[in-house]
């Protein structure tokens, strides 16, 4: 089992910054690939960035690429999530989870098993 919890969201304008963390509880976290996810209100849960355990491989999706960083520290059982040069449609509640499978990081919202409560970022224009 592995609970996660996110912190770091706020309201920033257009061009800001802000970063996220995850916080994770249990043993296992370090065997374990991340990812972020973001849902807006009436859309489906999206898949923004996923970590390898190792923090070797990263895996960004085509709207965040070149803006957001993701890494980890194994060590403090967390993944950060920077997020440079935020646009109005970056606007969601930001999710951190989990995937206790062994492989590749995997990109989609059903690959995932344990998931934390969201945090909200808005970017105002």
């Known amino acids: 089992q592995v609970q996660l919890a996110e912190s770091g969201g706020g309201l920033v304008q257009a061009g800001g910054s802000l970063s996220l963390s995850c916080v994770a509880s249990g043993r296992t976290f370090s065997f374990h690939n991340m990812g972020w996810f973001r849902q807006a209100p009436g859309t489906e849960r999206e898949f923004v960035v996923g970590i390898s355990w190792s923090g070797v491989r990263n895996v960004y999706a085509d709207s965040v690429k070149g803006r957001f960083t993701i890494s980890r520290d194994n060590a403090k059982n967390t993944v950060y999530l920077r997020m440079n040069s935020l646009k109005p449609e970056d606007t969601a509640v930001y999710y951190c989870?989990?995937?206790?499978?062994?492989?590749?990081?995997?990109?989609?919202?059903?690959?995932?098993?344990?998931w934390g409560q969201g945090t909200r970022v808005t970017v105002s224009s």
């Open positions: 989870a989990a995937d206790s499978r062994e492989g590749d990081v995997r990109t989609t919202r059903y690959d995932y098993q344990y």
